[in-house]
């Protein structure tokens, strides 16, 4: 099945939202939540979660790229409590 990516642009805005996280590994660009590689990450519709084994949606686990009702619907899936808005 072949990949479907987002647009550069969005992919732009996702690593810029990024590179100002507390949760970013910068020497890997890799996220201490999700385990995902975000040079990958940022530019799929679909990903591979590592940490949990399964494919999602792409969002950031916090709801940091606009995107906290699909970062709450995998909370939800996991049992954890749902984030807020800020």
């Not at 910068?26 to 940490?51: H, S, T, W, Y």
Request: positive net charge; aromatic residues 4%; glycine residues 4%.
């Amino acid at each position: 099945m072949p990949v479907e990516h987002v647009t550069d642009e969005v992919k732009s805005v996702r690593l810029s939202v990024c590179n100002s996280c507390e949760n970013l590994e910068r020497d890997q660009m890799r996220c201490n939540i999700c385990g995902c590689f975000l040079e990958v990450k940022a530019g799929c519709l679909v990903n591979f979660n590592p940490k949990k084994v399964r494919k999602e949606l792409t969002h950031c686990p916090m709801g940091k790229w606009n995107d906290l009702d699909t970062a709450n619907h995998y909370r939800l899936l996991d049992k954890l409590k749902p984030l807020q808005n800020d």
